[in-house]
């Protein structure tokens, strides 16, 4: 398998370095292709004009090791993640690759994740772990560990670039009304909601953290605070615990909707997976 | 007969609620303030600048800059810069919006620091509980009334 992603630098274009109390005003290029990190707002995030992606509001060292591959810390992961995709497991004596030759086929898949199938909600875990337990006969992965994250990055990295478009009409309604809702519920013995912090006050400090608009279009996310890949329902489980609220299941129905909800207010944003936050 | 049960409770009750804090769901606020202190102890100013910046706490300065704390490496900018804030408002008013700051700024993201319950999905241990004690909160709004410009 060749990745030729793996060999791809990027430029930051215009920086304007010590901006605090905005997302900084940076442009990311791959390749000479531009990264859009930011986009215009969906019309249903009504209280937003423009979304941006996280790596905006990164101080410029965090950003800068997005810049090349060779830099970026999530690649150790990315390159397990190619060891585990071509790894032969469970009783159908079969690896990821005896199916999908080509990694690179995947291309397409990230941006329109989650999807409903059959009137389920389905997220990259959920097909990554069915293959496993449909066709391979091997045991499904921790949803947030450490072979699942190898795995999506390394799905998710062949959709970098392409901009986001999940849908959330139809029957992808009803869960996308259950995100929106979770996504304003006030939880928590601090009695705050996601949009208190990622819609309110964005762009401005809470303590030492920068707060950005929580968009997820670069996960799973290497955190410089764990060194590993955290996916996004890690994150939510990560922000509820801040507010003392008692997180909904990673997985779970709840944690799925507003992932979905997520990434349709991030409709427009390329994929950036995997990004490099702190 | 249960009438007399309760005038011999009230009465028990006025002798240790001398010496006792007023609990979260007693506190009685109008137009956002709460006039009587919630402990019969004088709040410790030095006590509740501790309390500001610790964020196991208060965690005040998470969301609030405040320029007696220059040695203090961050100060959030979520709600308005509290240098000078104890000039600005009377004590009545700073123990109401610390208890309950939605009572003065109707649908703020600034918790309510002695309230304990009406909250969702707590995480367990902090079910029940405000995240400060009466006294506590005493010792932050002594201390707020110190930060005159």
Known sequence: MELKTLLTSMVIIGFSAGLVSAQADATLAVEGEVISTSASAPAFAENLDTVYSGWRFRKLETRSLQLDDFDNPAFVFVDKGIDLFEKVDGTEGKACASCHEDVEDFAGLRPKMPRVEDGTLVTMENLVNECRTERMGAEPWKYSGGQMTAVTALIGLQSRGMSVNVAFDGDAAPFFERGQELYYQRVGQLDMSCSNCHEDNYGVMIRADHLSQGQINGFPTYRLKNAKLNSAHARFKGCMKNIRATPYKEGGDEFKALELYLAARGNGLSVETPSVRN | ?149
């Not at chain 2, 005038?7 to 240790?16: K, Q």
């Not at chain 2, 320029?67 to 308005?80: I, N, R, S, Y």
């Not at chain 2, 995480?123 to 201390?143: H, M, N, P, R, W």
Request: charged share 20%.
């Open chain 2, 1 to 149: 007969m249960k009438k007399i049960f309760m005038i011999t409770a009230v009465s028990v009750l006025s002798v240790t609620t001398a010496f006792a804090d007023t609990a979260p769901s007693d506190v009685v606020f109008s137009d956002g303030a709460v006039m009587a202190s919630l402990t019969t102890v004088s709040g410790d100013a030095a006590a509740g600048r501790d309390i500001f910046k610790n964020r196991k706490l208060g965690n005040c300065l998470a969301c609030h800059m405040n320029d007696d704390m220059p040695k203090q490496q961050f100060h959030g900018e979520v709600g308005p810069p509290l240098t000078g804030v104890g000039g600005r408002w009377e004590e009545a008013e700073l123990r109401g919006i610390v208890t309950n700051a939605k009572m003065m700024f109707e649908g703020t993201i600034m918790p309510g620091f002695y309230i304990d319950s009406g909250y969702e999905r707590p995480l367990k241990k902090f079910d029940g509980k405000s995240i400060l004690s009466a006294q506590q909160l005493e010792d932050v709004v002594a201390y707020l009334l110190t930060l005159k410009d």
